[in-house]
Structure formats: C-alpha cells, structure tokens
C-alpha cells in the first residue's frame, strides 16, 4: 500500500513581483526566504519552516491568487486514483504531479515524496 500525506501549501500569487509577494508571506509567517535555482527560481520562492514540517512556497500564477495545498505520496497513481474514489477529479498533469480539485471546488496537487522524514511514516494517512 502507498503513503500520503499533506507535504505543505503553496501561495499562489496574481503578481509580477514575485520577491516582493515572498517578503510579504515570509515576514507575515516568520519565515527565511529561500531561492530556487534556476528556471524554477523565477516562478517559485521557497519559505523556510524552522521547525522543518511544512513545505511552503509562494508562486507566480496568472489565475486569481489563492492558496493550495499539496499531499505528497510515494505513488502518485495510486493516491490520484483514491482521491477520485473520495470525488476528486484530475484538471492537469504538470511534470510529475497531478493538479486536482476536490467535490467542494478547492484545488490541490498530488506531488511524489519531499519531506526528508516522510520514509518514517510520521504522520500517514492510511
């Protein structure tokens, strides 16, 4: 059987000052920012948890800004196909991930494993 859990939230900001958005969500939460290297950089800012559980980047969108979460897993097939087994329905897939919408209307993406404790289990969904 796979492993899920939540790995984190992205910010997803209507913006062309994407460092300016990250200093805002880093100073509202505490939290360091991290660049990205390269292309990935230009889309994405990483805020550093210091207590290491959460995953949270704040990204450059040209939809309306929202907030999303994603839940990582060790079989993103898997996990998709049990999530539309609970009503989910895939939108798109980007890269390796599945971008999903849940019954209510809220989007979230299904990410292979990030976390470095992940391989313990800690935190599981069944």
């Given amino acids: 059987m796979h492993k899920s859990r939540l790995a984190g939230f992205i910010i997803d900001c209507n913006t062309t000052d994407l460092q300016g958005a990250a200093r805002f969500w880093g100073g509202a939460l505490g939290m360091q920012l991290r660049q990205l290297p390269e292309t990935e950089g230009e889309k994405y800012v990483r805020l550093v948890d210091p207590e290491e559980r959460l995953h949270i980047e704040v990204q450059a969108v040209t939809h309306p800004s929202r907030v999303h979460l994603d839940i990582e897993t060790d079989d993103i097939e898997a996990e998709v196909r049990r999530l539309e ?3 989910a329905k895939r939108l798109a897939q980007v890269h390796t991930w599945w971008v999903m ?12 494993a990030q976390s470095k404790d992940f391989a313990t289990g800690a935190n599981e969904w069944p």
């Fill in 85 to 87: 087994g609970l009503g």
């Fill in 101 to 112: 919408e849940a019954p209510s209307g809220q989007r979230f993406c299904v990410v292979r």
